[in-house]
């Protein structure tokens, strides 16, 4: 159903009665799940989210702009039904993820100030016992706004609103006859289970950024639907342009296993599963003289609804292995086919024991394990190491504590961090020593820039002058050869050009400029 059929379902003259705003409603709601399945106290129902078209999103906004700009909802606050006026809380929360995932941030808050005055007239009209819960959502949903930790000011001083899904222009070209795999991206399974990370509708602040790194910048509704109306009927509609996303907020091991095989199960020939990791470590008790795929600890799985006779089940003795974690050998049946592993997490180097047991296209990119304490300050709005994936340029910034830049210099950055991103593409395809599994992952675009950023990420962090361990690196399985890519003499001499241009040079070592 589209926004337009959605606004012509009620006759014109009859859509304000509480009626038909409760029908509006339920019609509302069927549209959101069909978008996408959340949880959270007093609003939403199910485990798991899956968006895979942006044009459910550009339909569910349209539906509820015409809900919204019509006032169906105006008689409500005039009954005495504290249902009625929860319904239309609903609403407000569900319009607002739509718009955070549309990343229409004025709107958005818009929105919250019209429901912040919604739950103080519900609360003050009606004695009730979400009171609490309502004022949480509000809370989160502030908190998720201001998470970005740098913003970019007009010159009038107001925020402009950035977008970092992929757009035309933004991947490096393959270069004129470079053979690279054919493999494309079809499914990402996006889990997060950090503990104290600001999150809204369960989802934190890193699964949205990877939400959004694995997006196309969406068209607008009404070209997409003239689009499809001139379609000849022996025309063959265009190919899906994002892959499905599985958003999980903390599954049990349970839960996850089982869409993990779903995925497995349905991926299509010649197509790649990503799994995005963002969860607390958990790390091996005692070491063992042999160290095998289960010895090494893993990622933390939510242990809230893993009972037995309504006793969470506890491992019993420290030689058994940890029951709510996600084990690297856990993953080992999965790489039968492609598979692409992305792990943000203080035990994410138990993910560089693979073993690549089936010959299929294998890559894990890990993330530190461990961060200057003016970065780990910060982990509440999110970890730095997917803000690199997610906007190269904000977590650049983030690590050299600008909280502000100005749209001239912003721009000029990314334009600059344009050729830099060529010049690393070419670094990893003329490689003589590279694992053959980037390349494979090389010819699909979501995956070439993600691989880019993570080399670019782990070469800004190494000449950091507050990053000196080698575990504040981020690492890769298979390793990536260091000379060639992420300790390149050129590389690091864009990093510190970079560095000047935003006049933070003095927060990197410049030894390697004398060297270069």
């Keep these: 159903m589209t926004g337009a059929e959605a606004e012509d379902d009620i006759p014109l003259g009859e859509r304000k009665t509480v009626t038909d705003f409760c029908y509006l409603l339920d019609k509302s709601k069927q549209l959101f799940n069909g978008l996408r399945y959340v949880q959270h106290p007093g609003c939403f129902s199910s485990c798991s989210l899956r968006t895979s078209e942006t044009s459910y ?3 569910a906004f349209s539906f509820y702009s015409a809900i919204r700009q019509r006032s169906y909802y105006y008689q409500v606050n005039k009954e005495d039904r504290p249902e009625l006026v929860v319904k239309k809380l609903r ?50 949903v502030a908190a998720f706004i ?17 977008s970092n899904r992929l757009q035309d222009g933004s991947v490096p070209p393959l270069e004129q006859g470079m053979v690279v795999g054919q493999l494309v991206l079809a499914d990402a399974l996006i889990v997060g289970n950090c503990n104290n990370q600001v999150k809204f509708s369960e989802l934190t602040v890193d699964m949205f950024r990877m939400l959004q790194a694995l997006e196309r ?33 903390k599954p049990t091991f349970s839960q996850l296993y089982t869409f993990l095989s779903a995925s497995f199960k349905e991926l299509p020939a010649n197509s790649v599963l990503l799994v995005y990791l963002s969860a607390t470590g958990v790390f091996p008790v005692t070491h063992l003289d042999y160290e095998g795929p289960y010895d090494f600890g893993g990622v933390l799985t939510n242990t809230n609804r893993d009972v037995v006779n309504g006793e969470t089940v506890q491992k019993r003795n420290q030689a058994q292995k940890e029951m709510h974690c996600l084990h690297p050998g856990d993953l080992f049946p999965f790489t ?45 709005r999110g970890s730095l190491f997917t803000l690199f994936l997610y906007s190269p340029l904000l977590g650049f910034s983030s690590v050299c504590g600008l909280s502000s830049v100005r749209r001239g ?49 782990s070469a800004a962090l190494r000449l950091h002058k507050l990053f000196r361990e080698s575990r504040s690196f981020p690492e890769s399985y298979p390793e990536l050869p260091k000379q060639d890519t992420v300790e390149s003499g050129l590389l ?13 040079q003095s927060l990197f070592w410049d030894d390697s400029l004398e060297s270069y």
Aim: net charge negative; aromatic share 10%; hydrophobic share 40%.
């Design 409 to 457: 210099l912003w721009e000029r950055a990314q334009d600059f961090l344009r050729k830099v991103f060529r010049d690393i593409g070419q670094m990893l395809t003329r490689s003589r020593s590279i694992d053959q599994a980037f390349l494979q992952f090389f010819g699909d675009e979501f995956l070439r820039l993600l691989l880019i950023r993570f080399v670019f990420c």
């Design 91 to 140: 609403y407000y929360a569900r319009y607002i993820v739509v718009c955070l995932l549309l990343n229409k941030m004025d709107l958005v808050k818009v929105l919250v100030k019209e429901l912040s005055e919604e739950i103080e007239d519900y609360t003050q009209r009606f004695n009730t016992e979400d009171q609490l819960e309502w004022n949480l959502v509000l809370q989160e």
């Design 492 to 504: 690091q001499k864009q990093v510190l050009e970079l560095a000047a241009m935003l006049d933070v």
């Design 217 to 249: 910048e969406p068209v607008n509704l009404a070209t997409q639907t003239s689009k499809q109306a001139t379609l000849e009927p022996s025309e063959k509609p265009a190919k899906r342009e994002n892959p499905h996303k599985y958003l999980l907020y």
């Design 336 to 380: 039968r086919k492609p598979l692409f592993i992305i792990v943000d997490s203080s035990n994410s180097t138990a993910y560089k024991n693979f073993s690549n047991l089936f010959g299929q296209p294998l890559v894990c990119l890990l993330s530190p394990t461990v961060y200057p304490k003016s970065v780990q300050d910060q982990s509440q």
């Design 57 to 59: 999103l550009n339909e």
């Design 146 to 162: 201001e998470a970005d930790p740098a913003v970019v000011l007009n010159d009038n001083n107001s925020v402009l609103v950035t």
